[in-house]
Every structure is written in structure tokens, then in C-alpha cells.
């Protein structure tokens, strides 16, 4: 059994009375582990299928397993739970919220679950850190880099310790070097920390250097 498993999954939207059949019959087996990018044309479904993946957004039709457990099962309360516990997201804006610190950023997500306080800010300030950040903890979002921001985020994905880390274009809004610089953490972070990763990006050259590579691409997922 595969770590998570989508078997003939579709998702369509409605708006003003159209239907756009975004996935469109997707099969996928992920293995706890795998580092795993996704490329495809802008509005082919990569953030929709992180959305699914994400259990963020329920299929219209289709299974979803994680080490064989039925996600779609659950009911509201149980899936929300699920997700704080097993998913980490990034997205394209780092999303931090502006009148914190990053190391509070970082630790919020501990701290919202009411975890105890000295050891959400001990791993807030390790993951600063192992974001070569130590020195940037005490500065709120607005004193810093775009890239420094998105390592911030990273940071703040990974302190509830996710089996399963989501991102949608971490890298979308810089520069070819730092975003070869998140990239490079994502391989050290997925390594080290045994986190599985699947990374949207529209960059080919990164998605290149992740060890499995997928394609979404008139609502069918390939291998890249
Ligand atoms: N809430 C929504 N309601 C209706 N249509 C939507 C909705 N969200 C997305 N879509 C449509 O679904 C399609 C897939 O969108 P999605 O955001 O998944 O694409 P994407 O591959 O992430 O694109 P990009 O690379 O530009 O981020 C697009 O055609 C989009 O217009
Ligand atoms: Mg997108």
C-alpha cells in the first residue's frame, strides 16, 4: 500500500453555469518519501490537484487513501484534525502574518493547537535555523526578503512535524537563484526529515532536479 493513493479522481468547478473538468480521471500511488515535482501549462489543475491531495477540496468523484485510511470518509471535524496533523502547505505568497516575528510566524501553528510554548518556540527557532535564518528570527515579515519570507513559510509547513508537505510554487516570485535555494532545502528538508513532498512549479530546470517528476496536463497526471 502506497502512502497515498488517488484512484480515478475527477474535480470539475461550475461557474455561471459552465462545468470545467479540471482532473479528469487521475491515478496516483506516492510513497512515503518520494520528493515529487508537478509541472503542467498555467490553469491545467496543479493547484486544484494540490487542493484534492490537500483535502482541502473534496472530488467529485473518486478515492483517496492515505496509508490506506479513506480520507473522504471523515467527517468534518475528523478531516480537519487529520489535516492540521499530516499536511504542511506552502504557497506561492508566503502568507505570514505581518505583526509577528518570523520565530512566532513559525511557532504559530503549535501554538494555535495549544502545544506546550517553551518547545513550539525550541523547534520554531531549529527550523529558523536549519533555514539559515537564526538571525532573521525577530523580524516581522515586512523586514524581509522574498526569499527569506518563503523560508519562513517552509519553516512554519514543517513545525508540526507533516508526514506530507505541499507546495504550490514556492519559488514563483523569485529569482532564479533563491528559488534554486528553496528547492535545495526542500531535498535537504525531505531527506533529513523523511517529510514526502510534492512541489508545483513552473520552473523546468527545478523540477528537473526533484528525483520524481510529474505532469498534469488535460486532466491526466504523467510521469514527466
Ligand atoms: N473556484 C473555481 N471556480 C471555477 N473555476 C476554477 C476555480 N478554481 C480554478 N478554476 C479553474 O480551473 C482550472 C485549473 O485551475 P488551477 O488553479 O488548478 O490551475 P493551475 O495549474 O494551478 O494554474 P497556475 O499555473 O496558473 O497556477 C482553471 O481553468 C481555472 O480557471
Ligand atoms: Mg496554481
Same mark, same amino acid.
Given at each position: 500500500m502506497a502512502f497515498v493513493e488517488l484512484r480515478n479522481v475527477f474535480k470539475s468547478y461550475f461557474?455561471?453555469?459552465k462545468r470545467i473538468d479540471v482532473l479528469r480521471d487521475v491515478s496516483l500511488d506516492v510513497e512515503e518519501g518520494e520528493l515529487v515535482s508537478l509541472v503542467g501549462a498555467s490553469g491545467a489543475g496543479k493547484s486544484t490537484f494540490l487542493h484534492v491531495v490537500g483535502?482541502? $477540496?473534496?472530488? &467529485?468523484?473518486? %478515492?483517496?487513501?492515505?496509508r490506506g485510511r479513506s480520507v473522504f470518509d471523515m467527517n468534518d471535524a475528523e478531516l480537519a484534525e487529520f489535516r492540521n496533523r499530516t499536511i504542511g502547505f506552502v504557497f506561492q505568497? %508566503?502568507?505570514?502574518?505581518?505583526?509577528?516575528?518570523?520565530? *512566532?510566524?513559525?511557532a504559530?501553528?503549535?501554538?494555535?493547537?495549544? *502545544? $506546550?510554548?517553551?518547545?513550539?518556540f525550541r523547534d520554531a527557532r531549529a527550523l529558523l535555523e536549519r533555514m539559515g535564518l537564526a538571525h532573521r528570527a525577530d523580524h516581522r515579515p515586512g523586514e524581509l526578503s522574498g526569499g527569506e519570507s518563503q523560508r519562513v513559510a517552509l519553516a512554519r509547513a514543517l513545525v508540526l512535524?507533516?508526514?506530507?508537505?505541499? &507546495? $504550490? *510554487?514556492p519559488t514563483g516570485n523569485l529569482d532564479p537563484a533563491t528559488g534554486e535555494g528553496i528547492h535545495q532545502?526542500?531535498? *535537504? #528538508?525531505n531527506r533529513?526529515?523523511? #517529510?514526502?513532498?510534492? #512541489? #508545483?512549479? %513552473?520552473n523546468e530546470s527545478l523540477a528537473r532536479s526533484m528525483p520524481r517528476r510529474l505532469r498534469l496536463e488535460a486532466g491526466h497526471v504523467f510521469p514527466a
Open positions: 461557474l455561471h453555469g483535502t482541502l $477540496d473534496a472530488p &467529485a468523484a473518486g %478515492h483517496m487513501t492515505f505568497s %508566503h502568507f505570514l502574518l505581518p505583526e509577528f516575528t518570523a520565530l *512566532e510566524n513559525v504559530m501553528p503549535a501554538l494555535v493547537r495549544r *502545544e $506546550d510554548r517553551a518547545q513550539a512535524r507533516p508526514a506530507l508537505l505541499l &507546495a $504550490d *510554487e532545502l526542500l531535498r *535537504e #528538508v533529513e526529515l523523511g #517529510v514526502t513532498a510534492i #512541489v #508545483v512549479t %513552473h
